[in-house]
């Protein structure tokens, strides 16, 4: 994902996230800067990243949907939204034209409207017991 300023943010497969730097920090480092998801809690899992119209970075993480900001020291302080637990690992998000951001994950979408979180869950699925036969049995 390209944030505003033009840097590219990838997430790490459980180890936070890296944003490409427009230059390396010290000659023969990697222009990717590491960024650890630093809320004093376990596991940094990030499967979604997304920008908000505004420019604020929002997080589907293991634990739920969090805004990111980033720090004088270029770490990010997350700020998870504690009502997220519905949407825990989203998989995917998008954003619309109206601002508002959507998350994907195993139990529903969550929708980031203005900051405001709205969940919709997953119907159940429902299992319907039936008598089968096997032919040749």
């Known amino acids: 994902r390209e944030d505003r300023r033009?840097?590219?943010?990838?997430?790490?497969?459980?180890?936070?996230?890296?944003?490409?730097e427009d230059e390396a920090v010290a000659p023969g480092q990697s222009l990717f800067r590491r960024l650890?998801?630093?809320d004093d809690r376990p596991g940094s899992t990030v499967n979604a990243i997304r920008f908000d119209s505004e420019g604020r970075l929002w997080?589907?993480?293991e634990r739920g949907i969090?805004?990111?900001?980033?720090?004088?020291?270029?770490?990010?302080?997350?700020?998870?939204l504690?009502?997220?637990v519905a949407c825990l690992n989203p998989q995917g998000a998008c954003g619309t034209p109206d601002g508002a951001l959507w998350f994907v994950g195993?139990?529903?979408?969550?929708?980031?409207?203005?900051?405001?979180?709205?969940?919709?869950a997953l119907p159940a699925p429902s299992v319907h017991p039936s008598t089968a036969t096997?032919?040749?049995?």
């Open 6 to 20: 033009g840097r590219l943010w990838v997430a790490l497969n459980g180890d936070g996230l890296a944003r490409l």
């Open 36 to 38: 650890r998801v630093s």
């Open 59 to 61: 997080l589907g993480t």
């Open 66 to 80: 969090a805004r990111a900001v980033e720090a004088q020291d270029g770490e990010l302080a997350v700020e998870f």
């Open 82 to 84: 504690p009502e997220s």
């Open 106 to 120: 195993a139990r529903g979408l969550a929708c980031v409207r203005a900051g405001v979180l709205a969940q919709h």
């Open 134 to 137: 096997c032919p040749n049995r």
